[in-house]
Each structure stands twice: as structure tokens, then as C-alpha cells.
């Protein structure tokens, strides 16, 4: 198969959170593919220090629930790439408890790390986007919201809070030309996926043949949404949700 170029993504500069490893480590590729400016942050200081040499892609080790230590973070990548045009905000958590195991804390931890730290990122680069002439932010949220992910609650909650906080700052950023779209991933067979849900063939090919096209997905198919979505070609498409499933839902 071949795939796209977008000239437009050349030498832009793009922030990428949770770009260590699975699908965001599949989006790091792919700008970088693409000749961006690739910036990106996770709390794995190892595995992003690797991939970042691999691909020429600059790398800041931080916790992102960590407000002033992510916003500094970010400041210190801009101030390497210039302002940025494009955000992925991708990290996550989908950690699973059954209900009557979470405690307040557990509720908050998940919706810093799956939600507020998407807003954080939005907030920390849009003086940037808007004084450059604006850009484009990709919220990763997920179809688990629409299945109902009954030991995944606080995660499935705060992945439909992202398509309220995509529809939210489209209407806020675009009077200044910055589009905010989310994507909605179903199953992508990344190593960790495999490793800790679907350690057999059997249990893959079991989801799989849910899909209405059976291919095994991994992360590049997400980061090809996303490299659209980022692009000129995009341009005029915002406050939109994209479900990436092969079928599934
Ligand atoms: N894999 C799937 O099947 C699937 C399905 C639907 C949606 N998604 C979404 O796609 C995105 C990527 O999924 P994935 O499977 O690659 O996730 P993952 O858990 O494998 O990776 C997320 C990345 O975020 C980083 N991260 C986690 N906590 C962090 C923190 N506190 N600070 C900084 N970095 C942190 C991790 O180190 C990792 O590199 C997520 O938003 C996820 O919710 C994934």
C-alpha cells in the first residue's frame, strides 16, 4: 500500500504528548516521516530518549499530570521548534478497576491524565498558534465511551469529556484560524494492548472479526488520521470527531 504526503506538514512544528511508545510513538514516526519539527513529551524518559534519537525528534521527560512541570515542559520544546502548529494531545491512561474499588483519587487521576492534561496543552500553546496564524489540535479520545466500558468507567468518562472539550475549543480558537478536531481509535493492537489484554492469537482474532474489515490494526492507522487532520487538506474541517474502528462499533 502507499500513503500520503503532505507537503504542508514540512518544518512545521508539532508537539506530541505521550509520544514514547504505542500509537504515539507510531504519530512521532510519522511527522517526522512527514519532515516535521517533531516535539513531543512523556513521563518514559528511556524509551523516549530512543525514539526521539531514531527519528531526530526532540524529547522533554515529564509527568503531565504535573501542571507547572508540563507547562514548562512545553515552553522549553517551543522555545527549541518555534511556536507550535499542530498539537496531538494522545497520552493516556486506561488503566481498570471494578466500581466499587475506585476512590475519589483514582477518579481524579484518571481525569488528569486522560482529560485535563489535553486542556492544559491547548491553553499552553494557543498564544503560540494564534500569533503564528493558527493550527490544528487532534484530541485522541476513543470509542470505549459510545461501547460503555464497564471496569473502564472513569477512563470512558473522561474520553467523552474529550469530545465536549474538542467541540468547546473549536469555538473558542477559531475566530483565531485554529482548528480542534478528535479522533476515536477502537482496537489497536499496540505491544502493551497485546501484552496485557490480548496476549494470545485467539483473543486478537476474536476482536478482530467484530470489525467490519478484518485487518489487525496498530498505531499507524491513527497517525495517518492524524497527519490529515494536521494538514492544509483538513483545512476547513473543525469540531468534528472521527471514529478510526475498522467497523467495530
Ligand atoms: N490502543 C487502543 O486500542 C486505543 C483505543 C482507543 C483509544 N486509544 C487512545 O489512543 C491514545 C494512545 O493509546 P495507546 O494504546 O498508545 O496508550 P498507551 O497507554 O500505550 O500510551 C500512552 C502514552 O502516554 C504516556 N503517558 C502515560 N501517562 C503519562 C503521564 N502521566 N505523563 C506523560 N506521559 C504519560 C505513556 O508512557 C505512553 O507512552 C490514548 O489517548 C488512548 O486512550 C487507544
Redesign the pocket.
Known sequence: MTFATYPSLKDSPILV?????????DIVRAFAEQGANVGF????HD?GAALAKETGTIFEA????DVPAFRNAIKTLAGKLGAFRVLI??????FRQPIARIEADDWDKSQN??LR?QFIAAQAVHPGMAAAGGGSIIN?????WRLAGGDMVP?ATA?AGVIGLTKSLADAFGPDNIRVNAI???????P??RALWYPTDKEVDELVSQQLLRTIME?DE?ARMALFLASDDARMITKQSFIVDGGLI
Open positions: 504528548t505521550g509520544g514514547a511508545s504505542g500509537i504515539g510513538a513529551v512523556d513521563i518514559q524509551t515529564v509527568d503531565i499530570t494531545n494522545n497520552a493516556a491512561n486506561d491524565i486522560n492534561a485522541v479520545s476513543s470509542v470505549v477512563y474520553k476515536e481509535p477502537g482496537a489497536i493492537f499496540t502493551k494492548q498505531g491513527i
